[in-house]
């Protein structure tokens, strides 16, 4: 009786102590991993096994069927469609363009192995705009957050084909199609045609001076051809260098020396100063009726300087003026006597006028032939301060004009001086 009584107890105990081994959970991590104990029975596992398939289920519930270990697919395992990445808040464009990453838009997402991006990819974020720009990281395209995409840190630097159109946009002052603003303006043009690739021209505004310059590829060696200086609106001076070796560098020039273009063989020149070379030179070719130098003053009334020569100091030295009065051509010396000093009557100019020869010549290049004249190599023996000497030797023959007046006054006196005595002895 006694036995029997024990194993009644024990057949009710044991379920009993099995049943408070079974434990409650909804999700995976509610789970025991001790249970089932190794004295449950077999009825208690069942239960344990009922327990975990619901546990399960609940804690994945929109798996409908089987699934790989992709990123959507793992990210389907939390339930979530609004803030993860799924194709449930993907946009337009690929099976997964990422439009949402963490609640963020993203710039964009390429699917490796596809065309039309960089790298063999698809689905590149691209503007729509008038100018389409692409991020690049090395040699692979890449998609960032929109909220985490880093600014320019430099300037875009375009290579543009083809023929460009510029359309006037308004800045401040004036509406102009080009418009370049900096501590440094600076625009280059690049020749890429010469033999040593050294013909890199640049137009800068730098101290108040607008500059057009040359240098050679690495910027190493430049040289500046045009400065034009100005002061507020106003412009100062246009400079052009030095002259070079042979006097070629620092010259300005207008038409061409070659007889066969159609500037009829003109050819103006201005340089800076330097032994040999006139600082400005003027030629014509045969045209009938052409100057080679053409002076106006238009004013319509009193005298028209038209040259007016000055030194250094600013002083006048001589002029060429058209009296209107007299309609004649003045050709003026100065003869101030404020810048004169030590005045006395001048000696006898009979030596000077005695010494002249006047010959009568023929002119090599032409032939033709002049009666009275004089030669300077002879007359400089005689009034050297009439001579000019150079390459070729020139005459100012109205220096001798004082002299001659000298000579006439002289003549003029002894005319007197005879008269006199002719009168007394009669």
């Keep these: 009786m006694r036995n029997k009584i024990v194993a009644l107890l024990t057949g ?62 793992l990210s389907l395992l939390a339930g979530k469609t609004g803030t993860v990445w799924t194709s449930a808040n993907d946009g337009v464009g690929s099976t997964l363009d990422a439009d949402l990453l963490d609640g963020v838009s993203s710039s964009g997402y390429c699917v490796t192995g596809g065309t039309g991006c960089p790298g063999g990819i698809t689905g590149f974020a691209n503007p729509t705009g008038t100018i389409g720009l692409s991020a690049v990281n090395g040699s692979a395209a890449t998609a960032m957050r929109s909220d985490g995409a880093p600014a320019l840190s430099q300037s875009i630097a375009p290579t543009m084909t083809g023929v460009w159109t510029f359309t006037k946009v308004a800045t401040t002052g004036a509406d102009v199609p080009i418009y370049v603003s900096s501590s440094f303006p600076r625009i280059s043009l690049n020749e890429t045609s010469g033999a040593a690739n050294n013909k890199l021209w640049h137009f800068s505004a730098t101290g108040e001076q607008l500059v057009g310059g040359i240098e050679d ?13 100005r002061t507020g609106t106003t412009v100062d001076a246009v400079a052009f260098p030095a002259d070079g070796t ?3 560098g620092g010259l300005f020039r207008i038409g061409t020396a070659n007889t066969s273009s159609g500037l009829s063989n003109s050819l103006a020149t201005i340089r800076t100063t330097t032994s040999g070379n006139a600082a400005l030179n003027v030629r014509m ?21 038209l040259v007016v020569f000055l030194t250094d100091t600013a002083t006048v030295r ?3 003026t058209y009296d209107r009065g007299g309609g004649l051509i003045l050709y003026g010396a100065t003869s101030d006597a404020r810048l004169k000093k030590n005045f006395k009557p001048s000696a006898s100019a009979r030596s000077v006028i005695d010494c002249i020869q006047i010959e009568s010549y023929d002119w090599r290049e032409t032939g033709n032939h002049v009666e009275h004249g004089v030669v300077a190599q002879r007359l400089d023996k005689c009034a050297p301060y009439a ?20 000579y006439t006054q002289e003549l003029e006196q002894r005319l007197a001086r005879l008269e006199a005595n002719a009168a007394r002895r009669h």
């Design 12 to 73: 009710l105990l044991i379920p009993v102590i099995a049943f408070c081994g079974l434990e409650a959970g909804t999700y995976i991590s509610d789970l025991v991993a001790t249970n089932p104990l190794g004295s449950d029975l077999a009825s208690t596992i069942d239960d344990h096994i009922r327990l975990v398939k619901s546990t399960i289920k609940t804690t994945f519930p929109n798996i409908n069927g089987a699934i790989s270990s992709t990123d959507e697919e």
């Design 217 to 229: 590829d690495a910027h190493t060696a430049a040289s500046n051809w045009l400065t034009v200086d």
């Design 318 to 320: 001589g002029s060429i």
């Design 246 to 248: 042979g006097g070629v």
């Design 285 to 305: 070719g045969g045209a009938t009726n052409s100057a080679g130098l053409s002076v106006h003053n238009e004013l319509t009334s009193g005298d028209n300087n």
């Design 387 to 406: 001579v000019s000497k150079g390459k070729v030797w020139q005459v100012d023959k109205s220096t001798l004009i004082p002299a001659l007046i000298k």
